[in-house]
């Protein structure tokens, strides 16, 4: 089986995540959108709420769960057996940082493979930290966003 996941704290998640996701799901039999917790870090959305968009944003595909962790992302893949890490690109600036991460779990876990997608040029402008910011200034982020987070 092809399981991957796709990690990322998804606060929230947007259309360029969205764009990803589908365009990755013929490549996989199966997609864990794996919701990172990270402690030290401010989320304008909760646990619960992210994950909440984004099981609404994929209620009808079957090839597609949502969990969540912390740690190491290769310990979880190892712990759910999971070969492939997916990743979006926007820019250079993202396949340089992504490169470095990609390195560092190739020396953690020789077992597990990344999947780079570069993402369309509609959604390529989107990132999570543009649409809080456009929340925060209560911007029009309707485009940027799937229905589930439309507040």
Known sequence: MKRAIFPGSFDPITMGHVDIIKRSLPLLDELIIAIGVNSTKKY?????QRKAFIEAT????????????????????????AKFILRGLR?????????????VNRRLSNNI???????SSETSFISSSIVREVIQFEG?????????VRL
Do not use: H, R, W
């Open 113 to 119: 493979e990344t999947i780079f997608l570069l993402t």
């Open 58 to 81: 994929f209620a009808d595909e079957p090839k597609i769960k949502v969990d969540t962790y912390s740690g190491l992302t290769v310990d979880y893949c190892e712990s759910i057996d």
């Open 140 to 148: 029009d982020y309707s485009s940027m966003v799937p229905k589930a």
């Open 44 to 48: 304008m959305f909760s646990l619960e």
């Open 91 to 103: 820019n250079p600036a993202d396949f340089e940082f992504e490169k470095t991460i990609t390195q």
